[in-house]
């Protein structure tokens, strides 16, 4: 299937569930079509805290009918795509119909997560910068045998990561805003779920069990 539209919302983010209804990962727009296309899935709608389950063409019948307003949920409140044929609203949560399994819930240790723990404030300065402009630092440095671990790794600013240079915080006399540390779920979920966008996934994703993997 040939899906046409913006980049944004072919690149909008889905929550994915197993069919046990738990949270397994997140796709872009693109991979959750191909997989309600090929009938390995259904869309959930969350209105009120009440579920309602869509195959494809219910999906492609209620799109059209919110454009119509002869449907309940709001245009604006979706990213949408253009086809050849009609326009389909991104669904924001999908169910798979024949997977199980649980994700391993084992955050990824990388620069996205790193970045997103911290929330792309500088652990030195305490300021906010754009990725371009930040980097990864080792509290105890790489030279004094310090690890690439959750631990000891911080978002740093191009400045403080100079002043420090090849030394520990104390002997740099510099002193972190915050203590690093392994979360226990994916960063960049904390960071959606601060958006109302994606309000629908809170009620899938249990805080003190599941770590949801980008992929």
Known sequence: MQIDGQAS???????????????????????????????????????????AAYDFDNWADASAAAHLATDSFAPHEYEWVQTVR?????????????????????????????????????????????????????????SQQGLSTWTNLVCCCVRCNAKKGGRTPLQAHMKL????????????????????????WKQFLDQAYWSVELK
């Open 177 to 200: 805003i915050t203590t690093p540390r392994q979360p226990r779920r994916n960063p960049v979920i904390g960071l959606r779920l601060g958006n109302d966008k994606y309000a629908s």
């Open 9 to 51: 919302a072919l690149n909008s983010h889905v929550l994915v569930l197993n069919k046990l209804w738990m949270a397994i990962r997140v796709v872009d727009a693109r991979r959750a079509f191909t997989m309600l296309f090929k009938d390995l899935a259904e869309v959930i709608r969350v209105d009120d805290g009440s579920f």
């Open 86 to 142: 009609m326009q389909l609203a991104v669904p924001k949560v999908i169910r798979l119909l024949g997977y199980e399994k649980l994700p391993r819930q084992q955050v990824k240790l990388n620069r996205r997560n790193i970045f997103a723990r911290d929330r792309n404030l500088c652990q030195y300065c305490g300021r906010h910068f754009g990725t371009s402009e930040l980097s990864l630092d080792h509290v105890v440095p790489r």
